[in-house]
């Protein structure tokens, strides 16, 4: 079973671009999640994207939005890119069981976007 | 809401020897804990969890955890730790809510920097 596939690897934009992201779910997740991690900040919780809707979305500004398609996939954009957006961007998806979603998160391998 | 603490940013052990790497919660409703492992340049690979079954959890590659409430603490250990376990490893609670319902997020510790001598 295939875990967890983001796109693209690396990304590299200036200032004022726009990158976008891209997350495909293990197969039979549901859910989406989106997470920062910059040096010296931690891990720290973006978007939760479930059955296409978002659900809830972490401390950070407008510029960073996402959504979920009909086929659970995913994709992250963030707008007016500054020098602090470089990190790495990792996507998990959860599954349901019983149409209960579990809590369990799996992490695909991130994408790293540097900010120039 | 939630938080983690994770003692200890870097442990450093020998070849062979028990590993213990800290973590304590703080949660108004009976959590969801995680350790998850990150080896270099790589994403998160989840270790094992507590979902409010047996206390003691075991995970992969010989990893285990005991939840124990009454020190909100969810320390990971190791009997013998290997060189490949050479690696940041991330405590993280799921932030639930009463009724069963969570709000999706997962709250992480700072991380430990595991390092093994030979």
């Known amino acids: 079973e295939a875990g967890v596939t983001q796109s693209p690897t690396h990304l590299i934009k200036t200032r004022g671009q726009q990158a976008t992201l891209r997350c495909s779910p293990i197969s039979g997740h549901t859910s989406v999640y989106w997470y920062q991690q910059a040096l010296g900040l931690g891990l720290q919780f973006l978007l939760w994207y479930d059955e296409g809707e978002e659900r809830n979305r972490g401390n950070f500004p407008p510029r960073f939005s996402g959504r979920q398609f009909p086929n659970y996939s995913s994709e992250l954009n963030v707008n007016a890119l500054e020098l602090e957006d470089s990190a790495l961007y990792l996507c998990?998806?959860?599954?349901?069981?019983?149409?209960?979603?579990?809590?369990?998160?799996?992490f695909g391998p991130g994408t790293r976007l540097l900010v120039l | 809401a939630q938080s983690v603490t994770q003692l200890g940013s870097h442990v450093s052990v020998s070849e062979g020897a028990l590993v213990l790497l800290r973590c304590n919660y703080s949660s108004s409703v009976p959590p969801y804990l995680f350790w998850y492992v990150q080896y270099p340049n790589q994403g998160l690979q989840l270790l094992l969890k507590?979902?409010?079954?047996?206390?003691l959890v075991k995970g992969i590659n010989g990893f285990e955890a005991e939840f124990k409430k009454s020190e909100t603490s969810f320390h990971l250990t190791k009997p013998s730790a290997h060189m490949s376990d050479a690696a940041e490893y991330f405590c993280?609670?799921?932030?639930?809510?009463?009724?069963?319902?969570?709000?999706?997020?997962?709250?992480f510790g700072q991380g430990t920097i595991l390092t093994v001598h030979p």
């Open positions: 998990a998806s959860s599954s349901r069981l019983a149409g209960v979603r579990q809590e369990t998160q799996y």
């Open positions: 993280a609670v799921s932030e639930g809510r009463a009724g069963g319902t969570s709000y999706g997020k997962l709250t």
């Open positions: 507590y979902t409010s079954a047996a206390t």
